[in-house]
């Protein structure tokens, strides 16, 4: 029953696609102030220390091969109610000696122009049209989240069956058999738990519904938000 309730939860989800990226795919977004984003964006490992964070876009090691603009810090910040929701995810997963691995949370509208600008400048424009990469993001809003599994309390990842931004079938969520297969599910599952949802396409992708959503541009550096929000003018 488990099974085939995830099955429906993933099946209902690709008629939705193509709406999705014609909205994410719209250039003009108005973008929130800083002070707001200080506001709103909490570090996730402030809510929960045992969940490990690899920013990938703060680093050489993703799809463009060099960190991307606005990642100064290997720190995933999220909107506070986001954040809360995944630390929840981590105590659901604990009790299986399993643990969560972030890649990335909130994205600089800067960062997201920057895929925008290497899939022009590198001819690979069809992630746009296909849409593995949008020039307007959930991750912009902080509401979404990349991750995968790990073991605890090695850090090991679970085989997901792919790497990280791997842009093809293999990476959607349903292409899996085995024991990946039954991995995906059991992240789809605990993550649908806590009020996240998949996106077909990638299995690491999870979003999750606030209220008043609003895309930040706000660096991500290693000071603390608190602090940068006193000393802003």
Known sequence: MRSLL????????????????AVANTDSQVVASDSLARRLLVDVRS??????????????????GAPLPGYDA???????????????????LAAEGLGLKIWDGYRPVRA??????????TGQTWLLDSGYIARRSRHNQGVAVDLTLIHLPSGTEVDMGTPFDTFGDAA???????????????FVEVMAAEGFANYPMEWWHFSYVVEGPVPFDLVI???PLT???????
């Open 221 to 223: 550096s290693p000071a």
């Open 6 to 21: 995830v099955l429906l939860l993933l099946a209902a989800l690709p008629a939705a696609l193509p709406a999705q990226a």
């Open 74 to 92: 290997n720190r995933a910040l999220l909107r506070r109610e986001v954040a809360a929701a995944l630390a929840r995810v981590q105590r659901r």
């Open 112 to 121: 997201t122009q920057g895929m925008v600008a290497w899939t022009e400048r």
């Open 47 to 64: 809510l929960d220390s045992t969940i490990r964070v690899d920013a990938r876009y703060a680093g050489s090691n993703n799809f463009t």
């Open 172 to 186: 959607h969520t349903a292409n899996a058999t085995g024991a990946v297969k039954q991995s995906r599910e059991r």
């Open 227 to 233: 602090a940068q929000t006193r000393n802003s003018p």
